[in-house]
Nanobody, 112 residues
Framework: VQLQASGGGLVHPGGSLKLSCVAS????????VGWYRQAPGNVREWVTT???????NYADSVKGRFTISRDDARNTAYLQMNSLKPEDTAVYYC???????WGQGTQVTVSS
């Protein structure tokens, strides 16, 4: 299984972006999926997880602003990011937990 993340870009504070993470093959539906991010000079941090049963958890820093979802028919996970702040600037990575597989990352920059 390979993951391909996309959807990053430059957005003004208060704006929105939607990231996508597409998995190759047909094993996507067998694993929980999550998003992480890494800002320059910082360690990679967990952002959110979507379990197989549908439960979602979020880091306090994004709760109420970010929403994770998944479409198993399309082997795709999404991260809807609203009310973006400059401190959300980072490279965002998706992850399949069952096999510890990571996508290549997509850059999100929030700046005026």
């Amino acid at each position: 299984v390979q993951l391909q993340a996309s959807g990053g870009g430059l957005v003004h504070p208060g704006g929105s972006l939607k990231l996508s993470c597409v998995a190759s093959g047909d094993r996507f539906r067998d694993s929980a999926v999550g998003w992480y991010r890494q800002a320059p000079g910082n360690v990679r941090e967990w952002v959110t997880t979507r379990a197989l049963g549908g439960a979602s958890n979020y880091a306090d820093s994004v709760k109420g602003r970010f929403t994770i979802s998944r479409d198993d028919a399309r082997n795709t996970a999404y991260l809807q990011m609203n009310s973006l702040k400059p401190e959300d600037t980072a490279v965002y990575y998706c992850r399949l937990f069952k096999w510890d597989i990571w996508g290549q990352g997509t850059q999100v920059t929030v700046s005026s």
